[in-house]
């Protein structure tokens, strides 16, 4: 990726460098929706840099009409409204990028070599903490086990994450710290992997992931900050100025609520609490929280259903292809979460939730049919977290029951090796199903569940519209005819990821009088061919009429 700067002063502050009002920026080629949210293609577009919002967008008459504003030249730059992640971890990735980093790894020795070269870079580090190893792409195709971590790191708990956030991998001095041994049960939602002996291996799987967790040394907010800073440099890079932050603990709710009141949040995080918040009855008393400019919003709830595909943690209705007798894991007890469900949406909130298998899928869906009545669905706009693998008779129901799919497009082409082995050919009929859910009225709200995948929204885009990696394989798209149009996935990463929000009328859009949050990229994502979608780069990001990147390439 290009270089670039973030234009921040100290801290978080945005740049205190106003320019002059109102402002045009002409010689683009722009593309925004308007209230049909049908794409509007325009030339100019001009924006009150003080209130941070549109005010006119066209061609060659608004020179005119703004002769005396300050002009910008675009130099035939593509801009597109500033993209929205409709499903991210902000602080997640803030700390991954000050961990040891396993993406790509191709083998568990070759992950084991990283993690040891990250504790050598260390020395003061009390835990080493890494993320993204994915035992599919091994040729073991096994889950690791402690022992060549204890050869690399023996003296220090080392706790790895896998890439889908849904298992972690231990050392043996972690699970002393943390108390396990053969003799500790699996929790309710969760597993610990052992050996024939009944030997806990080093995997722990969903809740289960808890026992390490309980031990390790809690963030300081400074160091909360300082992993929001990375986090926010990284997306605006990227040309995110929105994320929908899916599952924060009550401590990162108040942070942002703070940074938000001080003026210091560089892009728009709308804020899903975690359902696993012991204090989550209080804010649903307190009622939702927005502010005045549309940069923090606190008005729903991430609860959880199931585990990941991956690690064989989805809810399954039948038994998984590859694991004869499993079928996976309900991470919350369905009394729990329909109780949960209710109390969230009694208070007025959002319930978005988390589920990946068909089995998942059901028991969510059964739960807002019975729980609330066809208008206060409609007016809630409910989300179904992920509806990766979904049964062919219930995706009807989500149109009908007036729940948003919430889905990854990168999921399907990240997991595209390894979902026919665990779900076989014919429950791939309603896996990673974006047509069928577009084709019976759904808006799909669109994002990349980062940093489970990497946060680069191009590459969203490419798999949307391609159904292939960035080796463009399988030839011609994996399950094909669920390919989205461009336009399509580019509403799923704007107006229509906002309309998951509520908030379609402020952003997404570039129509006058919404937020001018836009940016400027490197190729006319309407002019290239597919498959060169994904290597599309941000020259510039403006987050309420103000430049807040600038990468290397722009002008």
Known sequence: MKHGKLILLTGLLLSGIALAEPVLLHNIKGYGF?????????????????????????????????????KLDGAGNTLLPGLIDGHGHILGLGEELMQADLR?????????????????????????????????????????????????????????????????????????????TKDTLDPPGGKIIRDAEGNPTGVLMNNARRYIEQVLPANSEQENIVALQAAFSRLLSLGITSVHDAGISSELAKLYQQLASDGKLPLRVYAMLSSRNADLADWLDAGIWQDSDDWLS????????????????????????????????????????????????????????HAIGDRANRLV???????TT??????????????????????????????????????????????????????????????????????????????????NPFHGLHASVTRQDQQNQPVGGWLPEQRLSLVEALRSFTVDAAYGAFQEEVMGTLAPGSRADFILVDQDVFAIDASNLWQVETLQTWVNGQLLYQGSGAQ
């Open 365 to 371: 869906l059964d739960r807002f049919e019975q729980l």
């Open 104 to 180: 790509g790894q191709p083998s568990e020795a070759a992950a084991v070599k990283v993690v040891a070269e990250f504790a050598r870079s260390q020395p003061q580090a009390a835990w080493i903490k890494g993320r993204g190893w994915n035992q599919v792409l091994w040729a073991s195709n096994s889950f690791p086990t402690t022992a060549l971590l204890d050869e690399a790191v023996p003296d220090k708990p080392v706790w790895l994450t896998r890439i889908d956030g849904h298992a972690g991998w231990a050392n043996s001095k972690a699970l002393e710290l943390a108390g396990i």
């Open 374 to 455: 066809p208008d206060a669905r409609a007016a809630g706009r409910h989300r179904i977290e992920h509806a990766q693998v979904v049964s062919p008779q219930d995706i009807p129901r989500f149109k009908a029951l007036h729940i948003l799919p919430s889905m990854q497009a990168v999921h399907a082409t990240s997991d595209m090796n390894m979902a026919g082995d665990r779900l076989g050919v014919a429950r791939l009929r309603g896996a990673y199903a974006w047509r069928t859910f577009a084709d019976q009225g759904n808006i799909l709200v669109g994002g990349s569940d980062f940093p489970v995948e990497l946060a």
């Open 298 to 353: 606190i008005r729903s709830v991430k609860l959880y259903g199931d585990g990941a595909l991956g690690s064989r943690g989805a809810a399954l209705l039948a038994d998984y292809s590859d694991q004869a007798g499993h079928r996976g894991l309900l991470v919350t007890e369905p009394e729990t979460l329909t109780e949960l469900l209710r109390l969230t949406m009694a208070a007025g909130f959002q319930a978005n939730v």
């Open 34 to 70: 308007n209230s049909e949210r049908e794409l509007v293609a325009f030339n100019a577009l001009a924006f009150d840099d003080k209130s941070g919002k549109v005010l006119a967008r066209g061609d060659k008459e608004l020179l005119e009409r703004y002769a005396t504003a300050r």
